[in-house]
C-alpha cells in the first residue's frame, strides 16, 4: 500500500502537465482572491500616501466631501503618484447597496471611477424615489452611459457574491475601524477629524509626504 501511494507521489512530482494544472490553479486563486469589488483603488501601488474612504453611496455627506475634496486631491497628488486614494463600500441603505452592486459591476477601473462620480454629483436625482425599483430604475439610466446595459445591471443586483462581498467589507471595516458614521477617512490608517475641506485635507496629506 505504502509503495503505490509513493509512486502515485512520484507521478504527481514528475508529471509537468499536472504540475501546470496546479501552477495555473493557484494562479487563479490569487487573482480572485485579491480582487474586492466592494474597494475601488486609484492611484500609484507606490505612493507613500493612501487614503480610505469609507462611505455609503446615498449619504450627502459622502456626496459633499468628495465633490469638494476627490478632484483637486487627485490632480495634486493622486495623478503624480504620491496618494492612493480607496473608495470603500460601506452602504446604509438598500439603495446605497444597490448602487454599490452596480458600481462593483464595472470591470475598469478608470469607468467605475467615473461612475462613481457622477453618482456622487447626482445624488439627489437617483438616491431616493417611491420605492427601491423607481431608485434602481434612476441606477440604470445612469449606469447605462458607463458599459452596463439594463439586462447587465439586474445581473449585478442578483450577484449574491458580490453582495456578500460588500457587505462583508462593511463589516470588516466597522470590526477594525469602529465606524460608526459616513464618510469616515483615514490617512495612512490615521483617521481624519478635520474639516471637510481641501486646504484641511491637504495639511494633513503633507505631514506624510
Not at 467615473?114 to 438616491?127: F, G, I, P, T
Not at 430604475?137 to 439586462?151: A, R, T
Request: glycine content about 2%.
Amino acid at each position: 500500500m505504502f509503495l503505490i501511494k509513493k509512486n502515485k507521489l512520484q507521478y504527481i512530482k514528475y508529471n509537468p502537465l499536472f504540475i501546470l494544472i496546479i501552477f495555473f490553479l493557484l494562479f487563479c486563486s490569487n487573482l480572485s482572491g485579491s480582487e474586492n469589488r466592494a474597494v475601488l483603488s486609484i492611484g500609484s501601488q507606490k505612493a507613500k500616501v493612501t487614503v480610505k474612504v469609507f462611505s455609503s453611496l446615498t449619504c450627502p455627506h459622502c456626496a459633499s466631501f468628495h465633490k469638494k475634496i476627490f478632484q483637486k486631491l487627485k490632480k495634486d497628488f493622486i495623478d503624480v503618484d504620491k496618494v492612493k486614494y480607496q473608495h470603500h463600500g460601506f452602504p446604509l441603505d438598500l439603495a446605497a447597496l444597490n448602487a454599490e452592486k452596480v458600481l462593483g459591476c464595472v470591470e475598469s477601473d478608470e469607468t467605475k471611477l467615473k461612475l462613481l462620480n457622477e453618482l456622487y454629483e447626482n445624488q439627489d436625482s437617483w438616491a431616493s424615489g417611491s420605492d427601491i425599483n423607481n431608485i434602481n430604475q434612476k441606477i440604470f439610466k445612469i449606469s447605462n452611459n458607463y458599459e452596463l446595459n439594463n439586462d447587465k445591471n439586474k445581473s449585478c443586483l442578483n450577484d449574491q457574491n458580490l453582495e456578500d462581498e460588500i457587505l462583508n467589507e462593511r463589516i470588516n471595516a466597522s470590526k477594525k475601524y469602529s465606524i460608526e458614521a459616513t464618510p469616515t477617512i483615514f490617512i495612512n490608517e490615521k483617521k481624519y477629524n478635520g474639516q471637510h475641506n481641501y486646504e484641511d485635507f491637504k495639511k494633513e496629506i503633507l505631514k506624510f509626504l
